[in-house]
Each structure stands twice: as C-alpha cells, then as structure tokens.
C-alpha cells in the first residue's frame, strides 16, 4: 500500500462563489483582480480612513501629496486601529505610541524604541490607483496585475461616479445586472417605463465571451438590449437613462463586497455631453441630488417596504426610486439565498451561465489547474445598445 504525499484538492461547494472572505475560494479568486474601494474625492489630502472589503479590514489614507495608499488595519506594536492616528507627509502615525509607517507599510520611527527597532518592523501594504473618480487596490499575494483601463470611460464628456451598500451578498446584484425580465415587474414605476425602455417581456439568450457574459434580451419587435458582465464582478451597459438622445452613456458598476452579507457597487458613467448639453446635464444632476438629499434615504424606504410599513407601489416620483426597487427585491431574496430551493427558467439562461463560469474558474483555482485569461476587447462598445 502507498500512501499520497499529495496535497488534498479542495472541494468546490455549488455556491462557493457567495463566501468571498480571507482563505475562501472566490476570496482568493476576487483578490486577483484591483478591485474599487472608495470614491475619491471623498478622501482628502493628511486623511486616513477605516475600510472593510472582501471580509478584511484595511487603513486607507492619502498623504499630504495627494497620493492614496492602502495598508494594515492594525499597528504592529499593540494593534492599535491605524486610521484614528494622523498622516504626516505620506506617512501615517499611531495614535498610541506614535509608530510611523510610510506607504510601503515600513516602520520608520518608533518614539520610544531604539532607533535601529523600526527597520525590523513593516506591515502589509498594497498597490493602489486612482482612476476615473476611484481608488483601486489589489490586495491578493505576489506581484499585482497590470492596471486594467476602461477607454469606454475615458473619452470626451461628463463622469458620473457614486456608490450604495446593499444590504445581501454582492452576488445577489451580480445576477440582477444580467436579469431583464425583473425590468418590467420590479421598475414598473420608473423612467424606464416612463420613457418606453420597459415596453415587454423580453426572450433571453446568453454566450460566455473573452470578458465574461453577454446577455441579450429581445422584444417582441427584434429589438436586442445587451448587458455585458464583466469577470469577476462588473457590469457594463449602455443606453440612455430617459428619452433624449443627447444624453447616451457608458455606464460600469463594480459590486465589491464588504463581507458576505453586504457589498458597495461603484458605478461611474460617461454621459457623451459636451458644451451647453454638458452643462444642462451637470444642472440635472444637481438638482436631482439636491431633490434626494431631503427625502428619506434609499436606504430608509427599502427598510420600510421589506418591514411592512410601507409599500413599494406607493412609492413613486424619487429620481431614485430604481435604487430603492432594486434594493427591495434583491434584499428581499436574504443576505445570502438559498439556492436550492430556486426554480430557474429559460429567462435566468445568463444566471446559469454566470454561475458555471465561476465554479468552472473555482475548481481550476483549487486543482491548481491554469484560469481562463479575461480581457476586455476594444469593440465591445459596438455590440451595446438598447
């Protein structure tokens, strides 16, 4: 008899996909990638910040230069919360004892300790891009991918960037983004009713491409809008948010998770306005968010309906009323579904998709088998459309 030194394969659960925190699959999958963590100018210049992504928490500070930097959560000597320390130039501080750390996550002064001590001590640190409005980060092990670029974002126009929490799994709003038959049920009071972009019930098809998933949904009259999901965790869709013609965007939300049971989407969208179109635009968004800001947030309305003490259908009239929708239904579905006691149909084709491309990618991670290369080609702008 002979025995394996061989190290055991790990075992690929159905919904491996959902876990996504420290030593899980799909957490060591999605810290491949450089994933959004904050918007940026949300963060000023001598600021430090708590941050909680993919189930860890990280100090998030950017130096007085203006350059952003990610590191350990926690102080080397007594662990101590960095961020409640201060930034002095692009170094960061202790508010305990007074450890210094610069952006590489090396200890550089130690007030009380032998002046040789500090070289000994460095904590983690992680690459970090500021881009389209964004800090990104790549908080998996080894040498960082190269920076991925968007150039859909980057022409001429107006940049839209945001974020919302969602209060379940970060997958629950990954399949919602290549679901459009919940379009004409759960947005029946919204713009997208309003200005024809919700005329019926379409026929889904789906086909695995060099970037992830696109999902076709087509009317009745043969017209076809795509989604396209993007591996690990964006979608990329374009089309116009109402009925005039000037206002045609290219729209990428990223849904990161916080930790299994609540994720951030960063959405940023290039509105393709310039001049005095440009400016009416900017003039609708402000207003918009002055509208909004005194209302009962997205976040109160949804725990009100999924509560009781409120109805979905009687409300209306809230430039931010798809927010709460969609909160409601995907909420509504629990932190963390059950999936087997789901019944899918032909219109969840690209859910099913989806899910097989991840446990297909899941078991090559764990095999230690090679991952499937995503790219994202320069002519997928062409293929979109509503």
Known sequence: MTTSTQEPVESVDKVAFVNTGPGTL?????RMFWQPVHIADRLKPGHALPIQTLGEKFTLYRGESGTPYVVDFRCAHRGTQLSVGWVEGECIRCFYHGWKYDGTGQCVEQPAEDGSFAAKVKIRSYPTQEYLGLIFTHLGEGAAPPFPRYPQLEQEGVLDVNSYVRNCNHFNTLENGVDQAHVPFTHAKSNFTKFGLNWD?????????????????????????VNHYLMPNILYIKGSPDES????????????????????????????????????????????????????SAREMADAVLAGRRRIHDIEDRPDIVNIQDHVAQEGQGAIPDRDVERLGRS??????????WLRELRALAEGRPLKTWTLPQGLLATSGV
């Open 26 to 30: 799909a957490g060591r999958y999605m």
């Open 201 to 225: 019930i379409p026929k889904i098809s789906a086909e695995e491409t060099e970037y992830g998933v696109a999902m076709h949904g087509t009317r009745s009259n043969g017209v076809s809008r």
């Open 245 to 296: 013609a000037e206002k045609w965007r290219d729209a990428f939300a990223w849904r990161v998770p916080v930790d299994d049971v609540s994720h951030t989407s960063f959405n940023v969208s290039l509105v393709h306005v310039t001049g005095e179109a440009a400016a009416r635009y900017r003039e609708s968004r402000k207003q918009q968010r002055t509208t909004v800001a005194k209302l009962p």
């Open 348 to 357: 969840d084709a690209a859910i099913i998709l989806m899910r097989k491309i």
